[in-house]
């Protein structure tokens, strides 16, 4: 049962097999058990209830909701102090879809402070475990959402992704990891990191399922503005793994082992790894090409990131003041108020990265690090912008290997030539462009993952990409074993 995807629960749900009420009993108690091992939850619905079948795929079916959706009547921590006692009023627009499409929400899960960060490390109620070995990481910032997927309490939980933080959890996890186009998902109701690179999104076990659940989330809203119409992009429908006489290209720069001179024997597995992936497309008749590109404007991405996300999120998160909402601080002014409120509140990490934003958005500072980091930012779109005029995705191996021991994690950039293979997710970000996460092998008995990227809008044929690589291997439907 726990390896079951949408469709099949689906038709065990119409056919009697069994009802929604069981599976969102099973959910819950999955979760405690989980709770108890991983800590993937802030929050686990215990009343939550079963909803009628209908002809929606998702009707009665339960999943999960990373803790920076709001959440109407539950509690929405985004895993911060600052918000420890905050309840909502409304639900985001996201989750609002898909309860009207009949699915059931049955827990919060827990991740990096406010999407800020990697490790999994740095919420509130603790360290996340990744269930495929409990000393390891499962990355964040989505990590509760990835390592529940990965331990088949549902088959589905929403993540967010500002620079990589659905489609790293789930590469550490074994499961798949969506972003779509930015804008396709109203981000109305998530809690704001760096706006112009927040992307609404999920985790599943398998391609087909995350295109169901991206069908139902996805829509114009007016209460966002950056959201459009995509009422005529069925993802669900276009799903028929027909790839022949696609193109993909691989960056050199990134997989070449000879750019690793110090390389580990783990990720010499892994770049082979990427290569035998490759092999199978190109078996479908995928035209799969490596390409050169300028490494000057390849080593910019990660301190564009840093320069964006940091002064963005600095200007958004000013409005946690303790005053309008979570708890207040102690002092006899207002200033000392929300002082003390910030200072208890937030972790070192987001505190890190308020110094920074905010040394970036100073008057004198403006021209030289943000502007700068906004036309980089340009110049770094438009060259795979134009790329994806001759070629349908660009294909390139998460992260350096699988998921690293909880004492090696760090949130620094890494020091050493690899930081490349563990940044470059962030292209996704900075274009909007779709992207797509499938796990595509093991490494020392731990899962590893591809990424696929592709122009705006073209999200159906980079999720057909997936789902043509996906069948040929053997890691869909893929949950962590009960010990
Ligand atoms: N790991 C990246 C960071 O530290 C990305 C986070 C995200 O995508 N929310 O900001």
């Given at each position: ?92 627009t996201a989750v609002k879809n898909l309860k009207d ?48 997927v990965a331990a088949g309490v549902y088959p589905y ?248 021991l909880l004492e090696n994690e760090n949130d620094q ?71």
């Amino acid at each position: 049962m726990k390896e079951l995807g949408i469709v099949k629960l689906h038709e065990k749900l119409v056919n009697k097999e069994i009802t929604s009420e069981e599976l969102i009993k099973d959910a819950l108690t999955k979760s405690h058990k989980l709770n108890d091992t991983c800590n993937a939850f802030v929050t686990i619905i215990d009343d939550a209830k079963e909803a009628e079948v209908t002809d929606n795929l998702l009707s009665g079916i339960p999943f999960g909701v990373k803790d920076n959706y709001s959440t109407k009547g539950i509690l929405s921590t985004a895993s911060s102090n600052t918000l420890k006692d905050y309840i909502p009023f409304f639900d985001a627009t996201a989750v609002k879809n898909l309860k009207d499409a009949g699915a059931v929400a049955v827990n919060k899960t827990a991740m990096d402070e406010f999407g800020m960060g990697g490790t999994g490390t740095t919420a509130h109620t603790g360290i996340i475990h990744n269930p495929w070995d409990l000393n390891r990481s499962c990355a964040g910032s989505s990590s509760g959402s990835a390592a529940s997927v990965a331990a088949g309490v549902y088959p589905y939980a929403l993540g967010s992704d500002t620079g990589d933080s659905i489609r790293k959890p789930a590469a550490f996890c074994g499961v798949v990891g969506y972003k779509p186009t930015y804008g396709m998902i109203s981000r109305f109701g998530l809690f704001p990191f760096a706006s112009s690179l927040d992307t609404c999104g999920v985790l599943t076990r398998s391609v087909q399922d995350a295109a169901i659940v991206v069908d139902a989330m996805k829509g114009q809203d007016k209460k966002d503005a950056t959201s459009w119409d995509s009422s005529d992009i069925h993802l669900y429908k276009s799903l028929n793994g027909d790839v022949l006489g696609k193109k993909v290209f691989y960056i050199k720069e990134i997989v070449d082992i000879n750019n690793y001179p110090n390389a580990s024997e783990e990720l010499k597995m892994h770049l082979e790894n990427f290569h035998k992936s490759l092999e199978i497309l190109s078996s479908f008749g995928v035209q799969v090409d490596a390409l050169s590109i300028d490494k000057e404007l390849l080593n910019v991405i990660p301190s564009v990131y840093v320069c964006l996300s940091c002064a963005e999120a600095t200007s958004n998160l000013s409005n946690m003041t303790g005053i309008i909402f979570g708890p207040r601080g102690e002092g006899d002014n207002i200033f000392d108020m929300m002082k003390d409120h910030r200072t208890k509140g937030f972790s070192p990490l987001i505190k890190r990265r308020f110094v920074i934003g905010s040394y970036i958005l100073q008057k004198e500072n403006q021209e030289r690090y943000f502007v700068n980091a906004q036309r980089a930012r340009r110049l770094i779109v438009d060259k795979f912008k134009s790329l994806f005029q001759k070629y349908d995705a660009l294909i390139l191996p998460v992260s350096t290997g699988p998921a690293p021991l909880l004492e090696n994690e760090n949130d620094q950039l890494n020091s050493d030539d690899t930081t490349l293979l563990e940044e470059h997710l962030q292209i996704g970000n900075f274009g909007g462009f779709p992207s797509i996460t499938i796990p595509n092998g093991f490494i020392n008995n731990l899962p590893v993952g591809i990424n696929i990227t592709g122009n705006c809008k073209d999200d159906a044929n980079v999720l057909n990409i997936a789902y043509a690589l996906e069948a040929k291997m053997n890691y869909k439907d893929m949950v962590v074993k009960d010990e």
